[in-house]
Structures are given as C-alpha cells and as structure tokens.
C-alpha cells in the first residue's frame, strides 16, 4: 500500500495538483507504520520530500528533513538504488540553494558505487519532474555524473 500511494502522489505532483499529492504521501507514510512494510520507506520519504520541494508553497527545510529520512532508512537498509535516488534528491535542493560543493560531495560516492546495471530499466529511465526540467533527455544512468561534472564547474 506504501508504494502504490506514495506513486499516485507524485503522479498527482506531477499534474500540479499538491493538495491531493500530500493527501496521498501522508496515507503513504501512515501505511509504513501501520503495515510495517518498510522496504519502500525510503523512497516514500524521498517523494514526500520532493512534493515539499516542488510544490508552489515550497518548503525547503521539511524537505532536506524528508530527504535525510530517506537517507538515514536507505544506508540503515543498505538499500544503494534508494540511496541514490534519495541523494539525487538532496542534491537538487542543495543545488537550488547554492550549495554545490555539499551537493557533490554527497552525491559522487553513491553514485561511485554503480560500476554496472547501466541498461537496468532504473538506470537507463529518464527521471521525472525537476530532473527534466534541469537536464532534458538526460538518461538517470548518465544524469548523475554530468550534474557532479556541473556543480564542479558551477555552470547549473
């Protein structure tokens, strides 16, 4: 249940429809600690983060906070691919509010870790939402790298 409300909010993020998009991320995030089905906890705290971000009342700050969650359950799960997804998030916010050196800093090791699985359908899949609107037609596999290459160069 987790998984499926916390995908119909970013869908409904996705539409600019925030008010049913926290709707949805707060039954996600209820589910996690009714049902303890935590294997998706990560990533339900990275969408709650990012709807946060996004939304036209953004708040930042609740939105670093989602994302250290997300951080936090990723590496407490060894889960790598949420941790990815979670620092690729955290990395945008830090971007956005000039922070590009901590970007970097955390998103370089963990995408360190992928020295294979680049045709994997997660890696080769073109993200949604901000990731598009910073790098069109970027594939995720090769997103990461070039936004690290950038924040070094300050040219985003």
């Not at 036209?56 to 060894?78: M, N």
């Not at 360190?112 to 069109?136: H, M, N, S, Y």
Request: charged share 30%; with cysteine.
């Amino acid at each position: 249940m987790p998984w499926l409300f916390s995908n119909l909010a970013w869908a409904y993020a996705g539409l600019g429809q925030f008010d049913d998009a926290r709707r949805c991320i707060d039954e996600a995030m209820t589910a996690v600690e009714i049902t303890k089905e935590t294997w998706c906890e990560a990533e339900v705290n990275r969408v709650a983060g990012e709807i946060a971000r996004l939304s036209p009342e953004r708040d930042a700050a609740k939105a670093e906070a989602y994302f250290e969650r997300a951080l936090e359950v990723a590496r407490k799960q060894q889960a790598k691919s949420w941790e990815l997804r979670a620092a690729m998030s955290m990395a945008r916010l830090w971007h956005d509010q000039g922070r590009r050196d901590e970007a970097r800093d955390l998103l370089a090791p963990v995408y360190g870790w992928f020295t294979e699985g680049f045709d994997t359908l997660d890696l080769k899949t073109k993200t949604p939402g901000a990731v598009q609107r910073t790098q069109i037609g970027q594939p995720i596999s090769k997103w990461p790298l070039r936004f690290i290459h950038s924040l070094r160069a300050g040219s985003i």
